[in-house]
Nanobody, 126 residues
Framework: QVQLVESGGGLVQSGGSLRLSCAAS????????MGWFRQAPGKEREFVAA????????RYADSVKGRFTIARDNAINTLYLQINSLKPEDTADYYCAADIHNNNYLNVRPDEYDYWGQGTQVTVSS
């Protein structure tokens, strides 16, 4: 059974940092694009960041550029999101996802991704 399991979320003060992890099992995603999305209460799921198979190409939403960093370790089938300078508007459930039809093209649409984790909650207090 293929699983993506996020961890690392929590409650943090504005300006703080968190490191989210996404551990994959049941299938290797080392040849696939992977991404992070988030969904705030009452809002649609939105793109945060994506990374190509090698980790050398990345893409970010404008709202997180310069504050968030996506990375991957294919040796242990794990995706990361380092989030710094957190703002209250970053509060959301964060999801990792895998796009098994691409290895370099970084899609921003959620419906282009094939596998999803269950999400980890990030709450930023002001």
């Amino acid at each position: 059974q293929v699983q993506l399991v996020e961890s690392g979320g929590g409650l943090v003060q504005s300006g703080g940092s968190l490191r989210l992890s996404c551990a994959a099992s049941g299938r290797t995603f080392s040849s696939d694009v992977m991404g992070w999305f988030r969904q705030a209460p009452g809002k649609e799921r939105e793109f945060v960041a994506a990374i190509n198979w090698s980790g050398r190409i990345t893409r970010y939403a404008d709202s997180v550029k310069g504050r968030f960093t996506i990375a991957r370790d294919n040796a242990i089938n794990t995706l990361y999101l380092q989030i710094n300078s957190l703002k209250p508007e970053d509060t959301a459930d964060y999801y990792c996802a895998a796009d098994i039809h691409n290895n370099n093209y970084l899609n921003v649409r959620p419906d282009e991704y094939d596998y999803w984790g269950q999400g980890t909650q990030v709450t930023v207090s002001s």
